[in-house]
């Protein structure tokens, strides 16, 4: 009997110790709460065309980086580091129990990279920040329209068309609008004897486009001239940036033409001594 309870005992002694050594018991601390704030820009790019887009994000962390809700309304100030490139929704609530709130930035002409910093008003949260983009235009466009005008007849008939029409675009070949100051394209015809082009037009702040005029000239046979647009700072696809226009007698106009100086010959011979 003795024997059996000792044996029970080192049995008992035996597993309680291999217990003890072989098992680890963690601790972990669990955060009580938020600590910080954190900002996010979605999209991290925007058009730099003066518009309000809703990106700003804000969300209270706790210490571990991990989303938390406010256990109150936080009232969260808002800063740009570049108001010419652009200005944030000065402030924003995050509501009780929500774990994030949404603020606006507005845009300018100006492309740039700024800087947005949100601070909590009335807590001890830690600051947080993120950078947005602005992007202006990228490249040239360029049209001709209609590339087939009439040759005049005479010098009395020369005129100014605004055909040529130079238009800004983004990387996905949309329309961008032109920053501040405007955006200067110079123009070129390549054959002056058929027409020539106003030698520069500016794209005007906030627009994306300007129309510009082509002059042409009497000649007896019809030509042609490409016109070329170029920028400083943008791209230019000479498939984009360089048109031809055209010059030719419109049905009727090679005969009108004949006529009238035939006309003034016969005219001359009328009047002139026997």
Same mark, same amino acid.
């Not at 291999?18 to 018991?25: C, D, G, V």
């Given at each position: 009997?003795?024997?059996?309870?000792?044996?029970? #005992?080192?049995? =008992?002694?035996?597993?309680?110790?291999?217990?003890?050594?072989?098992?680890?018991?963690?601790?972990?601390?669990?955060?009580?709460?938020?600590?910080?704030?954190?900002? *996010?820009?979605?999209?991290?790019?925007? =058009?730099?065309?003066?518009?309000? *887009?809703?990106?700003?994000?804000?969300?209270?962390?706790?210490?571990?980086?991990?989303?938390?809700?406010?256990?109150?309304?936080?009232?969260?100030? #808002? =800063?740009?580091?570049?108001?010419?490139?652009?200005?944030?929704?000065?402030?924003?609530?995050?509501?009780?129990?929500?774990?994030?709130?949404?603020?606006?930035?507005?845009?300018?002409?100006?492309?740039?990279?700024?800087?947005?910093?949100?601070?909590?008003?009335?807590?001890? *949260?830690?600051?947080?920040?993120?950078?947005?983009? @602005?992007?202006?235009?990228?490249?040239?466009?360029?049209?001709?329209?209609?590339?087939?005008?009439?040759?005049?007849?005479?010098?009395?008939?020369?005129?100014?068309?605004?055909?040529?029409?130079?238009?800004? =675009?983004?990387?996905?070949?949309?329309?961008?609008?032109?920053?501040?100051?405007?955006?200067?394209?110079?123009? *070129?015809?390549?054959?002056?004897?058929?027409?020539?082009?106003?030698?520069?037009?500016?794209?005007?702040?906030?627009?994306?486009?300007?129309?510009?005029?082509?002059?042409?000239?009497? @000649?007896?046979?019809?030509?042609?001239?490409?016109?070329?647009?170029?920028?400083?700072?943008?791209?230019?696809?000479?498939?984009?940036?360089?048109?031809?226009?055209?010059?030719?007698?419109?049905?009727?106009?090679? #005969?009108?033409?004949?006529?009238?100086?035939?006309?003034?010959?016969?005219?001359?011979?009328?009047?002139?001594?026997?």
């Amino acid at each position: 009997m003795h024997a059996s309870v000792s044996t029970l #005992l080192i049995v =008992l002694t035996i597993l309680c110790y291999s217990l003890t050594a072989k098992t680890t018991f963690a601790a972990t601390t669990i955060p009580s709460g938020p600590s910080k704030l954190q900002v *996010y820009i979605s999209p991290p790019k925007v =058009l730099a065309d003066n518009s309000v *887009y809703e990106v700003v994000y804000v969300q209270p962390q706790d210490a571990n980086g991990n989303p938390a809700r406010a256990s109150e309304d936080v009232k969260v100030l #808002l =800063l740009s580091s570049k108001t010419d490139v652009g200005t944030v929704q000065p402030e924003v609530t995050i509501r009780k129990g929500e774990t994030y709130a949404v603020a606006k930035f507005s845009t300018t002409f100006v492309a740039g990279t700024t800087t947005i910093t949100a601070m909590a008003a009335d807590s001890g *949260y830690a600051s947080g920040t993120a950078t947005i983009t @602005t992007v202006g235009p990228s490249k040239l466009a360029f049209y001709a329209v209609p590339p087939v005008l009439p040759v005049p007849l005479s010098s009395a008939e020369e005129r100014e068309y605004p055909v040529i029409i130079v238009q800004l =675009l983004d990387a996905n070949d949309n329309p961008a609008k032109a920053p501040k100051g405007g955006v200067e394209v110079m123009l *070129y015809s390549s054959n002056t004897t058929v027409g020539t082009v106003t030698d520069k037009v500016v794209i005007k702040e906030g627009e994306d486009f300007a129309v510009a005029n082509a002059t042409f000239y009497p @000649t007896y046979s019809p030509g042609s001239t490409t016109i070329v647009a170029a920028t400083s700072g943008l791209k230019s696809d000479p498939k984009e940036t360089q048109k031809t226009i055209t010059t030719m007698a419109i049905k009727g106009q090679s #005969l009108l033409f004949m006529l009238l100086h035939r006309s003034f010959s016969q005219t001359v011979t009328l009047m002139s001594p026997l």
